[in-house]
């Protein structure tokens, strides 16, 4: 079946700029992660939504971020005013609420975002 | 607060040999731990995962990792190297089957052939 899908692949944004980044995650999933990659961070978490609601957003950096996931499945993760430290590799994943065994997250390919 | 940690941001072997790269976490209770890998320009694909059933848990491409409780350690290994397996390796840890995933930096491992 098909994977954790995020569009687009690569964003490249003038520093001010608002932008949106989308994940499809896999069907049938209920929570679904973002996560950002960044050369001087790491991989850190950002928000997670379990159906439409986020009960874990500790991870997002500023108010400039937010993100809504409708009808339990599609994402949207805005970056509002962008800045040069914004970019980064954003990650998204997506499991299946269950057991343990079963609650795997599955990561997409990511979303480049590069802030001039 | 919990994080983990792994030693060495590079590991170089040589094909055929040992790879042997090492985690440690912090955490009061048991975690569920991963290993993931990263290929060039590719996203992160789960290499495998403990949660509890077994100390020793096999993954994909012949890779596998010990859990040990009393050192905090999660070290993932493989027998003999190939030069496929050159990549990112991250160790992670979270404390529920449903909740963010903590990220070590990451070890590079390269391949001398």
């Known amino acids: 079946g098909a994977g954790v899908s995020q569009s687009p692949s690569n964003k490249v944004t003038e520093k001010g700029k608002d932008v949106e980044l989308r994940c499809d995650p896999i069907?049938?999933?209920?929570?679904l992660y973002w996560y950002r990659q960044s050369l001087g961070q790491g991989l850190e978490f950002l928000i997670y939504f379990q159906g439409n609601s986020a009960p874990d957003k500790s991870g997002l950096p500023s108010d400039r971020f937010s993100a809504e996931r409708t009808g339990g499945s599609v994402s949207t993760l805005t970056i509002q005013r962008t800045q040069q430290e914004d970019s980064a590799v954003y990650l998204c994943?997506?499991?299946?609420?269950?057991?343990?065994?079963?609650?795997?997250?599955?990561f997409g390919p990511g979303t480049r975002l590069t802030v001039l | 607060a919990q994080s983990v940690t792994q030693l060495g941001s590079h590991v170089s072997v040589s094909e055929g040999a040992l790879v042997l790269l090492r985690c440690n976490y912090s955490?009061?209770?048991?975690?569920?731990l991963f290993w993931y890998v990263q290929y060039p320009n590719q996203g992160l694909q789960l290499l495998l995962k403990?949660?509890?059933?077994?100390?020793l848990v096999k993954g994909i491409n012949g890779f596998e990792a010990e859990f040990k409780k009393s050192e905090t350690s999660f070290h993932l290994t493989k027998p003999s190297a190939h030069m496929s397996d050159a990549a990112e390796y991250f160790c992670a840890v979270s404390y529920s089957s449903a909740s963010k995933i903590i990220f070590g930096s990451g070890t590079r491992l390269s391949i001398r052939p």
């Open positions: 994943a997506s499991s299946f609420e269950g057991l343990a065994v079963e609650s795997t997250q599955y």
């Open positions: 403990y949660t509890s059933a077994a100390t």
């Open positions: 069907s049938g999933h209920t929570a």
């Open positions: 955490s009061s209770v048991p975690p569920y």
